[in-house]
Antibody, heavy 117, light 109 residues
């Protein structure tokens, strides 16, 4: 059974940093691209970042480019999102998700990030 | 910039009735279109990918159609558990990411 378990969310002040982790199990982690998708309170879904399975190519939405860094440790089956220079508009639930041919077929339960003073 | 437009914003349907949701892309995405269901307090769930292929475990009452710029998700006979928000997403330019529509809320009439 595929499982994705996010951790690391919380309350942070504007300009602060936070690192999210996503522990994956139930599939060959290194064989799949992974992504982070966020959802602001009461809003829709926004793709944030993605990383390929083994070449570690990375991709970012314009809204987070230069501030967020996606990475993965295939030996630990873990995906990360380092978030720096956080803004109020980054407040959202952050979902870790597994890719299937461009669509995302499994999602974690989400980690809430709140940016507020 | 790719824009995905879903209609209607809210759809009121009685249990057992058919629901038809639309998604329009601002430019052609071929068949690289997915549909997701999201219930309150839960993560999205993949229903359809490749415009018409049901994901693992998805009931046959869910079907997707379309290509290019016009897509449809049909729920043939709404069950109580189907009342939720539905999102479409194009992934024609993947990688990197994909553009989501704003969602259609299916509510009980």
């Amino acid at each position: 059974e595929v499982q994705l378990l996010e951790s690391g969310g919380g309350l942070v002040q504007p300009g602060g940093s936070l690192r999210l982790s996503c522990a994956a199990s139930g599939f060959p982690f290194s064989s799949y691209a992974m992504s982070w998708v966020r959802q602001a309170p009461g809003k829709g879904l926004e793709w944030v970042s993605a990383i390929s399975g083994s070449t570690y190519s990375t991709y970012y939405a314009d809204s987070v480019k230069g501030r967020f860094t996606i990475s993965r440790d295939n030996s630990k089956n873990t995906l990360y999102l380092q978030m720096n220079s956080l803004r109020a508009e980054d407040t959202a639930i952050y979902y870790c998700a597994k890719y299937l041919a461009g669509a995302t077929d499994y999602w974690g339960q989400g980690a809430l990030v709140t940016v507020s003073s | 910039e790719m824009v995905m437009t879903q209609s209607p914003a809210t759809l009121s349907v009685s249990p057992g009735e058919r629901a038809t949701l639309s998604c329009r892309a601002s430019q052609s995405v071929s068949s690289t279109l997915a549909w997701y269901q999201q219930k309150p307090g839960q993560a999205p769930r993949l229903l359809i990918y490749g415009a018409s292929t049901r994901a693992t475990g998805i009931p046959a009452r869910f079907s997707g159609s379309g290509s290019g710029t016009e897509f449809t998700l049909t729920i043939s006979s709404l069950q109580s558990e189907d009342f939720a928000v539905y999102y479409c997403q194009q992934y024609n330019n993947w990688p990197p990411g994909g553009t989501f529509g704003q969602g259609t809320k299916v509510e009980i009439k």
